[in-house]
T-cell receptor, first 114, second 112 residues
C-alpha cells in the first residue's frame, strides 16, 4: 500500500493554457474522487468514479474541466483555458468499493494560474 | 443541501491541555461522518470515521462523538502535544458513495 499518488505536486501556468493532473489511487480501490480546495476552505467535491465510470459531476465542474479514468486505474483531470479563479489545491482520493469506507487522500496538486 | 460548520476557526492551547473541536451539520440524515487532519500545504489524513448507527469512535488519544439529532460531532484530543498542531476538518456524507461535504476546518496550535 503506497498511498494515493498525485503528480505534479505544483503547477504554475499562464492564463489560457491547458493543464493536466494525474492521480494514482491505492491499488484495488475501485472508487476515485476529485476535490478542489482554496485557501482557508474545506475541500469541495468535483467528481467521482466507480472503476472507469464517471458517476457524478459537481456543478463546480464547468465544461472547461474534464476527468477520465481509463481502465479503472489512474485518473486524469484536465483544465482547458485556465483562469485565475482555477488557482487551488486539487485533491484526489480513493476508497474501496464498499459503502461507508474511509477516503484516503493524496498530497494534492497546487495550481497557480498567473 | 448539507452544510457543515466548524467553530472556532482557530484555537491555541498550551501543551498538555485537552482539545475539543466542534462540528455541526444541517441535515441529520447523514450516512457517516469523518474527521481529517491537514498539515500546511499537504493532503488530508483520515483520523476517525463514525457510521450513522454509532455514537462514538476512539483511536489512541482521539475520541469522536456523533449526535445526529442535534446535528453535532465533537473531536476530543487528550493531552495535546505540539505535533498535534494542524487543521482539523470534519466531513459528512449523506450517501453510501463517499461524496463528502466538508467544513472549513479548525486550525489548532499547541504551544510548548
Amino acid at each position: 500500500d503506497t498511498g494515493v499518488s498525485q503528480d505534479p505536486r505544483h503547477k504554475i501556468t499562464k492564463r489560457g493554457q491547458n493543464v493536466t493532473f494525474r492521480c494514482d489511487p491505492i491499488s484495488e480501490h475501485n472508487r476515485l474522487y476529485w476535490y478542489r480546495q482554496t485557501l482557508g476552505q474545506g475541500p469541495e467535491f468535483l467528481t467521482y468514479f466507480q472503476n472507469e465510470a464517471q458517476l457524478e459531476k459537481s456543478r463546480l465542474l464547468s465544461d472547461r474541466f474534464s476527468a477520465e479514468r481509463p481502465k479503472g486505474s489512474f485518473s486524469t483531470l484536465e483544465i482547458q483555458r485556465t483562469e485565475q479563479g482555477d488557482s487551488a489545491m486539487y485533491l484526489c482520493a480513493s476508497s474501496p468499493a464498499l459503502d461507508g469506507e474511509k477516503l484516503f487522500f493524496g498530497s494534492g496538486t497546487q495550481l497557480s494560474v498567473l | 443541501k448539507q452544510e457543515v460548520t466548524q467553530i472556532p476557526a482557530a484555537l491555541s492551547v498550551p501543551e498538555g491541555e485537552n482539545l475539543v473541536l466542534n462540528c455541526s451539520f444541517t441535515d441529520s440524515a447523514i450516512y457517516n461522518l469523518q474527521w481529517f487532519r491537514q498539515d500546511p500545504g499537504k493532503g488530508l489524513t483520515s483520523l476517525l470515521l463514525i457510521q450513522s448507527s454509532q455514537r462514538e469512535q476512539t483511536s489512541g488519544r482521539l475520541n469522536a462523538s456523533l449526535d445526529k439529532s442535534s446535528g453535532r460531532s465533537t473531536l476530543y484530543i487528550a493531552a495535546s502535544q505540539p505535533g498535534d498542531s494542524a487543521t482539523y476538518l470534519c466531513a459528512a456524507s449523506t450517501d453510501s458513495w463517499g461524496k463528502l461535504q466538508f467544513g472549513a476546518g479548525t486550525q489548532v496550535v499547541v504551544t510548548p
